[in-house]
């Protein structure tokens, strides 16, 4: 069964990093491509970044880009999302989703989420 | 970047009633169009992608038709676990963008 798991949210105030982290389980994680997706309390779903199974390519999103790094250990089944210099408009719970690369990256399995929230 | 609409933003229906839900590409995607569930509290729920393909496991009620810039998502007979938010997401190009999601609620 595909588990993806995410760790390390809380409480930052503005201008602070925050590490999150998905472990993966039940799949072949250096197989896949692997992305964060946010969603901000009581809105919509926004990609915030993505990264290939063997970390070649990185995308991310212009509003997290210089500030945020997405990363993967594939020893360790993990995926990574270093946030430095946070601003109150990053609150959100952020998921992470297992990308299909064969078909575009298209996002199969989600997390259960880490919530970010940011404020002084 | 291209943007993606949805419509309706949210509509009411009735248990048994056929839903279809409308999404629009700011330019051509082909058919690297995703259509995704969300319960509240819960995290989104891959249902179709590549505009028709259905996510497996996911039942046949659910159906996706389209290419380039417009897509349906249909539900052909509607229950009450499917009382949820609806989002349309591009994978053509980076950056991946969202719809901003349909509501669907009990009548």
């Known amino acids: 069964e595909v588990q993806l798991v995410e760790s390390g949210g809380g409480l930052v105030k503005p201008g602070g990093s925050l590490r999150l982290s998905c472990a993966a389980s039940g799949f072949t994680f250096s197989s896949y491509s692997m992305n964060w997706v946010r969603q901000a309390p009581g809105k919509g779903l926004e990609w915030v970044s993505s990264i290939s199974s063997g970390s070649t390519y990185i995308y991310y999103a212009d509003s997290v880009k210089g500030r945020f790094t997405i990363s993967r250990d594939n020893a360790k089944n993990s995926l990574y999302l270093q946030m430095n210099s946070l601003r109150v408009e990053d609150t959100a719970l952020y998921y992470c989703a297992r990308g299909i690369a064969a078909a575009g990256n298209y996002f199969d399995y989600w997390g259960q989420g880490a919530l970010v929230t940011v404020s002084s | 970047d291209i943007q993606m609409t949805q419509s309706p933003s949210s509509l009411s229906a009735s248990v048994g009633d056929r839903v279809t839900i409308t999404c629009r590409a700011s330019q051509g995607i082909s058919d690297s169009l995703a259509w995704f569930q969300q319960k509240p509290g819960k995290a989104p729920k891959s249902l179709i992608y590549?505009?028709?393909r259905l996510q497996s496991g996911v039942p046949s009620k659910f159906s996706g038709s389209g290419s380039g810039t417009d897509f349906t998502l249909t539900i052909s007979s509607l229950q009450p676990e499917d009382f949820a938010t609806y989002y349309c997401?591009?994978?053509?190009?980076?950056?991946?963008?969202f719809g901003p999601g349909t509501k669907v609620d009990i009548k």
């Open positions: 590549a505009a028709y």
């Open positions: 997401q591009q994978y053509n190009s980076y950056p991946f963008t």
